[in-house]
Each structure stands twice: as structure tokens, then as C-alpha cells.
């Protein structure tokens, strides 16, 4: 028996107005981490070390030269320009990987410098914008891709190096940086990609939570690399770890699939995606192999 005067509330009624307001609050939450990925995305990419060991190939007993290289009218990199032991007129200009700077290549026992010298080419590193010495900010696509122009110019203006002299060397991250550089210098010397991606997107959409937002339109730093390696037009060195669940093998196949030749894969028999250098001697003889095949 319902009171005179009291009105109660369909269930169905209530059930609907929670049901609305638990949907606005999943869309604010989404449209919220889509924001948050999008305007933070640069630091999450390029998460620079902020202190890390100040060594150089010197406490390796290796010459060096010490180089800051102007990007822009305020802006600089810092760089290493490491002659081969030998004379070589060939020059392997590398970019490293997002996590760490040069400094931290010359640390014994896992550093790159020591591996990459013995290659048999003179040798440049260079560390982006944000990295290291070089110019502080925040690195994105388009800056790390002016940065590697910045080398480049060094060493052809500079130095006076022939382009075709000039090999592209890029792990991770980096391989974005010598792939774009390829594609935009068709003459020079060759590509070689230590633990390469199709594209940033790709990577991104290989985690369940990031799959969810639409990559395609968030991603200002997508690293292209699978739209760009057909128009790379040089020999092509790809190494990857058969380990390596960050840039999988399949990266590296799919790379290989759209590649001109003449063309390389070599699957890097038990190494994952940090432990390239220079535990993996075989790799090593890879690299100076292609490197010492190049006209």
C-alpha cells in the first residue's frame, strides 16, 4: 500500500542516471590519458638521464677528439670524433638509444665505445639535444632529426668527409634518426640498424592500455622507419636479438620485406634488446664486416 502523496522512484530510472554518469566519467578519464600522452609524450620517448658518469674514451685509453657542434643560432650537440686505429677514410656516424648519453658509452665493461672502435672506421657519436652536454631541452622527432643533420654537416662541411664515405649507424630510438638521414642522402656510404622499429606507433600499440587510444593521431613522434626504408638507396646492415620483446624480430623482418638491396639481416643468436653491446662478439664481426665490404 503506496502512502498519499509520496512518489517512488523507478528503479530502471536510477539504474540509467548511474549508468550516465559512470560513462562520462570513463570518457573524461580517456580523453584525459589521450591528453596526457599527447603533451607528454617527448619526455616519455626521449626520458634523458639527468645525472649519470662523466667518462670518455680517454679512461679508456682511447684519443678522442671533444666536439660541440652548432644546431642552430643558440643551440649545440656534444659530440666524440674518434679516428679508427688504423687509417680509414670511411666515418661511422652513430646515434644511440634514448635512455642513456655518450658518457655513458665509455663505461667498462658495457659500454658501446669500445665495441664501435673496433669496427675499423674512424668513428662520431653525438648526443641529441636534452642529452648529455648538449643543449638542454626536451629531444622530440623533429629536433633529434636536426640534430643528425647538424653531424652530418660537421663532417661533410667541417672535416670535409665525401658523403659516400659517410656510413649512418643508429640503435633503437637512433635508428629513426639514421634512417631518415639515409633516405634523405642517397649517396651515402650505407645503413646500419642495431635493434630497429617499423614505427613508434607500432611500438606503442603493442601494449594493451596504449592500443586503446588512437596512436595514429596522437603520435607526433612516430619514427616512421617502415614508410622510409624503401627509399634508402645504399647497402643496409638490419641486427637485431632473438630475445627482444621491445623491437622484436618481426620489426626487423618487416624492415627486411620493403629494404632494396643490396641487403642484411643478422638475427643475434641469445641477446635481448639491451644486451647488444658488447657482449655479443659475433655481432661485432657482422658490423666490420659489412662495414669493411662497402665501396
Known sequence: MTTPGVVLKEPRSLVRRIGVVALRIVVLVYVGLCALFYFAQDPLVFPAPKQFAKSSPADLNIAFE???IPVDHSGQIHAWYIPAAAASDKVLLY???NGYCIEQTAVPPVGEVVPLHGLGANLMMVDY?????????TANETRVYEDGRAALNYLTQVRKVPIHDIIFMGRSIG??????LAKENP?????????????TTALAERSWYLRMMPMSKLNH????????????RMPLLIA??????????????ALMAKANEPRR???????DHNGMFPGFPDLNAQISEFVSGLR
Open 240 to 253: 637485431v636479438g632473438d630475445q627482444d620483446t621491445l623491437t622484436p624480430p618481426a620489426m626487423a623482418e
Open 95 to 97: 646515434f644511440h638509444g
Open 175 to 180: 635508428t629513426g634518426v639514421a634512417t631518415e
Open 265 to 271: 639481416l643478422y638475427v643475434v643468436p641469445g641477446a
Open 187 to 199: 649517396g651515402a656510404g650505407g645503413l646500419v640498424l642495431i635493434s630497429p622499429f617499423t614505427s
Open 129 to 137: 639535444r636534452g642529452y648529455g652536454t648538449s643543449s638542454p631541452g
Open 66 to 68: 671533444d666536439l660541440h
Open 221 to 232: 613522434n612516430p619514427f616512421d622507419n617502415l614508410s622510409k626504408i624503401g627509399d634508402v
